[in-house]
């Protein structure tokens, strides 16, 4: 274990919470002065203590707090500092007009952990190793199974992830934390490896809309390498209220895959549910930093900031997205979405019922139910 400055043994703890407060023109971006308030906070907390980091970013209509503490995770003062701050942004969205303030504010009073409340969190405690390198991901548009695919095939297909190949480290695989994010009385997880548990766990993430990676542990080691956030906003407020818009983060390198291959499945643009009011299915368009939201008010984004971490302090980002290759990527994704909102509300461009049964749709189909007549054989 690394010991940080003074000799004290410490473990690094990286939580990620999230939240849609308030939106200038629409579902685009948070103001400037939001993001202002919201590093100023930031930096106050790492001034006093409370955190050893933080870095603030936004994902089309969100701000995520990125947070380097040691008081591990679901830790009461670090989800009430980002629950307050999120209060602070939604006052000047509220002040400058702005579109969708407090959206993601379910709750009245913060009440010890931000989950159920509205924000998204995700968070990971470890043992720094010489190097930790990690990826924190964020999306937009979208909800917290769009992480299924392009995570369950960085760390268990080695037609992305070499390693399992090449990498002795690795040849004893994963174990994934899938949960049943429909059940809302309490966490109902389920725990599958693979190799040997490969085809019950596709069996599962086919569904994005019901099973969710939660974190994906190596089999090794028994070190976690990735953590994503879970929260359902239609389970919380009963209605909906906007798509979940879930953060992850990865550790790269050594006993995990490369950077390089966590970020190979994001090259095929595949499709999920999101887009223009959660209800469409594009694809996801991996994106710079800090880029808007704008076409049907999507597409589904998602960004990847790099960071290196040593004793609880962050070095600078590397945007992941912004390199030539990924210009290809977007233009796929666009074209891929273009044809498919082409169909409208037809097929498979909308999403199912076990999906719709939260928006206006359902108003519809009941007053067309009573209109309804069983017509007499003759």
């Given amino acids: 274990m690394l010991k940080f400055k003074g000799g004290k043994d410490m473990k690094t703890t990286l939580s990620v919470i999230k939240a849609d407060t308030g939106s200038v023109g629409g579902h685009n971006r948070p103001s400037e002065a939001m993001l202002d308030k919201a590093r100023e906070v930031a930096a106050k907390a790492v001034k006093k203590g409370l955190l050893k980091d933080a870095r603030v970013s936004f994902t089309g209509d969100d701000i995520a707090f990125l947070m380097s503490h040691t008081r591990g995770v679901d830790n009461s003062d670090i989800h009430k500092f980002a629950w307050d701050a999120f209060v602070e942004t939604t006052k000047i969205a509220k002040k400058q007009g702005l579109y969708g303030a407090g959206q993601d504010l379910l709750k009245d009073a913060f009440s010890g952990n931000v989950r159920g409340m509205g924000p998204g969190s995700c968070e990971i405690e470890f043992e720094e190793r010489a190097a930790e390198p990690f990826i924190l991901f964020a999306a937009d548009k979208c909800g917290p199974g769009m992480f299924n695919q392009p995570i369950f095939e960085a760390f268990a297909d080695p037609y992305h992830n070499a390693g399992l190949l090449l990498a002795p480290d690795m040849k004893a695989g994963f174990t994934y934390n899938i949960m049943d994010v429909n059940y809302t009385e309490a966490d109902r997880v389920i725990t599958l490896r693979v190799p040997e548990d490969m085809y019950e766990i596709n069996a599962l993430l086919r569904d994005p809309n019901h099973y969710v990676i939660e974190s994906v542990i190596e089999n090794a080691s028994g070190l976690k390498g990735a953590v994503v956030s879970t929260s359902r906003l239609h389970n919380i407020a009963g209605k909906y209220v906007g798509k979940d818009d879930p953060v992850a983060i990865v550790r790269t390198q050594k006993q995990f895959p490369s950077t390089g291959e966590i970020l190979s499945p994001w090259a095929k643009a595949y499709y999920v549910l999101g887009d223009n009011r959660g209800s469409h299915h594009v694809a996801v368009m991996p994106v710079k930093q800090n880029t808007i939201i704008s076409y049907f008010d999507g597409p589904t984004i998602v960004s990847a900031a790099g960071y290196c971490v040593h004793e609880g302090k962050f070095t600078e980002l590397v945007d992941l997205f912004d390199q030539p290759f990924w210009d290809m990527v977007r233009e796929k994704a666009s074209l ?19 999906e719709l049964e939260y928006t206006g749709v359902v108003q519809i189909l009941k007053g067309l139910d009573k209109k309804f007549t069983i017509r007499k054989s003759k």
């Avoid at 273009?338 to 461009?349: L, T, V």
């Fill in 336 to 354: 891929k979405t273009y044809e498919m909102r082409q169909q409208g509300f037809y097929g498979p461009a909308m999403a199912g019922m076990d």
